[in-house]
């Protein structure tokens, strides 16, 4: 990791620091459903084995 790499790690931390009392909050009988997925390409530049796409 670089030196950039870790100041955008700080802003990140720095930005869930100040989110941490900020929610959502649902009764467990409001029949909300959570579902989650994520996508990825897994290295599909193959000169520089990184992903060219993805999504969550």
């Known amino acids: 990791p670089t030196e950039?790499?870790?100041?955008?790690?700080k802003r990140i931390f720095?930005?869930?620091w100040?989110?941490?009392?900020?929610?959502l909050w649902y009764t467990k009988d409001s029949g909300f459903?959570?579902?989650g997925f994520?996508?990825?390409?897994?290295a599909g530049?193959?000169?520089t084995?990184?992903?060219t796409s993805g999504e969550a």
């Open 18 to 23: 100040g989110t941490v009392n900020m929610g």
């Open 14 to 16: 720095h930005y869930l």
């Open 49 to 51: 084995f990184k992903s």
């Open 4 to 9: 950039k790499h870790l100041k955008e790690v």
């Open 45 to 47: 530049c193959k000169d």
């Open 38 to 42: 994520s996508d990825a390409d897994h």
């Open 33 to 35: 459903k959570l579902t």
